[in-house]
C-alpha cells in the first residue's frame, strides 16, 4: 500500500503572527497566494476574521486565531493546537511588534518592559513553540521581522530601538546555530513603512515606503530563503554606514533630527 508522509502530502503551513495589520495583513495574502495554509495570528480577532474572509474569496487558505504573542502560556497551547489540527509548523513569520516612543525625559522600565515582552519574548515564545520539532524534522524556517531601527540608539525610541537590536541579534544567533540542523533563518529589516505604526509619528521618515511593496519584498525574500532583507535600499544603505560613524558625528546627526521633531 502506498503511503506518502503528510509533510510531502500536505499544503505548506505558515505561523504569521502580527497579521491584523499593517505588514502582517499585506503579506498574508501573498503567502496564501502561493498555496500555504497561513495561520494568521494577533491580539484583534474581528481584523484577523475580515482577512481570513478576503484570502479566502480569492482561492487562499487562511485560518485565523487570537494570539497575544507576549503571553508564553498562550503561545504553546495555540502551536500545540495548530499543529495538532494542520501538521508541523514550516514557516513561522514572526511580525507582531509595537513601537511606542520612550522618551528620556519620560523614561520607565515598564514602558520598555512592555516593548520587550512583545517584540522580544514574543518571538523568543513563537520560536520555542516550533524549533523543537524544526530541529528533530531537519527542516523548517524561522522568520523575523526586526527593523533598521536595531543599529543604532535613536533618541526618543531606546526601547523600540534596543528590543529591535535583541531581535536581530538573537536571529543572527540562531541563524549560524541552525545551519547545521536544516533550519533557515530570514531576518528581515525595515526602514520607515506606511503602516498604522508610522501613521502617528510627526517627524520626517526618509524614504517612507508604501505597505504593498515592502510586503512584496518580505514575500520574495521569505521564499528565496535570504538570510537578511533590509529595504528600502537607501535608508538601509545610509544605516549600515551610520554603524561605522564616530560617536561624535552620529550624535550631532541624530540631535538635529530630534530637534526637526521637536
Ligand atoms: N512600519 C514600519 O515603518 C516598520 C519599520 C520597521 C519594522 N517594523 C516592524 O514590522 C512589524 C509590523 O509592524 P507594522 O508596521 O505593520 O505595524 P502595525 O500595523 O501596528 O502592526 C503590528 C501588528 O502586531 C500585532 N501585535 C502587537 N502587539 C501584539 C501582541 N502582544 N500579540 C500579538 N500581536 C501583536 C498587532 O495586532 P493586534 O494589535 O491586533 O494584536 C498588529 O497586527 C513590527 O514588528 C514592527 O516593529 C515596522
Known amino acids: 500500500m502506498a503511503t ?13 503572527t502580527g497579521a491584523s495589520s499593517g505588514l502582517g495583513a499585506a503579506l498574508a495574502p501573498l503567502l496564501a497566494r502561493d498555496g500555504d495554509t497561513v495561520v494568521i495570528t494577533a491580539r484583534r480577532l474581528e481584523n484577523l476574521e475580515a482577512l481570513a474572509a478576503r484570502i479566502r474569496e480569492s482561492g487562499g487558505k487562511a485560518v485565523p486565531i487570537a494570539l497575544d504573542v507576549g503571553d508564553h502560556a498562550a503561545v504553546v497551547s495555540t502551536f500545540q493546537r495548530v499543529e495538532a489540527e494542520f501538521g508541523p509548523v514550516d514557516t513561522l513569520i514572526c511580525n507582531a511588534g509595537i513601537g511606542d516612543p520612550t522618551p528620556a525625559t519620560r523614561f520607565l522600565a515598564a514602558d520598555i518592559e512592555r516593548i520587550f515582552r512583545t517584540n522580544v519574548l514574543g518571538v523568543a515564545n513563537c520560536i520555542e513553540a516550533v524549533l523543537p520539532g524544526m530541529i528533530s524534522r531537519k527542516a523548517g524556517h524561522l522568520v523575523g521581522v526586526s527593523s533598521l531601527a536595531g543599529y543604532r540608539g535613536l533618541p526618543g525610541s531606546g526601547g523600540y530601538a534596543a528590543s529591535k537590536a535583541a531581535v536581530t541579534n538573537l536571529l543572527e544567533s540562531l541563524r549560524v546555530e541552525l545551519q547545521n540542523h536544516r533550519v533557515a533563518v530570514t531576518t528581515i529589516t525595515p526602514g520607515f513603512i506606511r503602516t498604522p505604526m508610522t501613521a502617528r509619528n510627526r517627524f520626517p521618515m526618509p ?46 546627526a541624530l540631535r538635529a533630527r530630534r530637534a526637526e521633531k521637536g
Open 4 to 16: 506518502s508522509s503528510p509533510n510531502t502530502a500536505r499544503p505548506r503551513l505558515t505561523v504569521l
Open 207 to 252: 524614504f517612507l515606503m508604501d505597505v504593498d511593496e515592502a510586503a512584496a519584498l518580505m514575500h520574495e525574500g521569505i521564499r528565496a530563503r535570504a538570510t537578511q532583507v533590509a529595504f528600502p535600499w537607501q535608508l538601509a544603505s545610509i544605516v549600515k554606514s551610520a554603524r561605522f560613524l564616530p560617536n561624535l558625528i552620529y550624535d550631532r
